[in-house]
């Protein structure tokens, strides 16, 4: 009796798997938006040059504060300071990313990693202040996360997502950090704007430029 149980539901679940298509996630990207064609980081690396002089650096420019002043707001209320000084999707659980003007010299620099990164001293005591990431591999998705006017909501899937936040780090690399001098930097001064994921208490903020100046 169990063994004719058995191939009972063996039947029905093979009538149902007949009746289903198992598509993979290329095939299924593929067939998605205009942003979701067979190669997506091409449309979106073109969508980004778009944004960039016309909505990116002005917004920023808008949203911006001294790093010193961002700072002290967050340690003061994070919700307060993320509002103005940057964005977080609306239901997210994720930290606000802001954007941040950063004056000072530079005190450290790793240029032997992929993902290099200059400390730079805001405030003449000697001491990091900020990281800022100078690539060529550049950490995180920050500067697409702190844009208002990107939305989880208008991209067909969390691959397209996460490749918009790619296409924003290859023009940032391509356009304003392969111009960086790499060599003797520490004890240069750099002036920066740049995006951060509010950092848990008593870590450097990790930056990733919308522009920056090394003198």
């Known amino acids: 009796m169990f063994r004719l149980k ?3 539901a063996a039947c029905c679940c093979l009538a149902l798997l007949s009746g289903c298509k198992i598509i993979a ?13 067979q190669a997506p980081d091409k449309g979106f690396d073109a969508k980004v040059a778009e944004l960039w002089p016309s909505k990116v650096l002005p917004y920023a420019e808008g949203k911006a504060g001294k790093l010193q002043d961002v700072q ?12 103005k000084y940057g ?3 609306t239901g997210s659980s994720n930290p606000y990313t802001v954007i941040a003007q950063i004056d000072g010299k530079i005190v450290a620099a790793n240029t032997e990693s992929r993902a290099a990164t200059i400390d730079v001293d805001v405030d003449g005591d000697g001491k ?24 989880f909501n208008d991209f067909t899937n969390q691959i397209d997502f996460a490749q918009f936040g790619k296409a924003f780090n290859t023009y940032i690399n391509d356009n304003i950090l ?29 930056v990733t430029p919308l522009k920056i100046e090394v003198k």
């Open 25 to 37: 996630t290329a095939d299924k990207h593929t067939s998605a938006s205009n942003n979701s064609a």
């Open 6 to 8: 058995t191939i009972a």
């Open 87 to 89: 964005y977080r999707e």
């Open 72 to 83: 002290a707001a967050a340690a003061a209320n994070a919700d307060d300071a993320g509002k």
């Open 178 to 206: 392969k111009p960086m001098p790499r060599d003797a930097l520490v004890g240069k001064t750099v002036s920066a704007t740049g995006a951060y994921p509010l950092p848990v208490t008593g870590q450097l903020p990790l």
């Open 128 to 151: 990091a202040d900020a990281q800022i990431q100078i690539g060529p591999v550049i950490r995180g998705t920050a500067i697409r996360d702190a844009l208002d006017f990107v939305k």
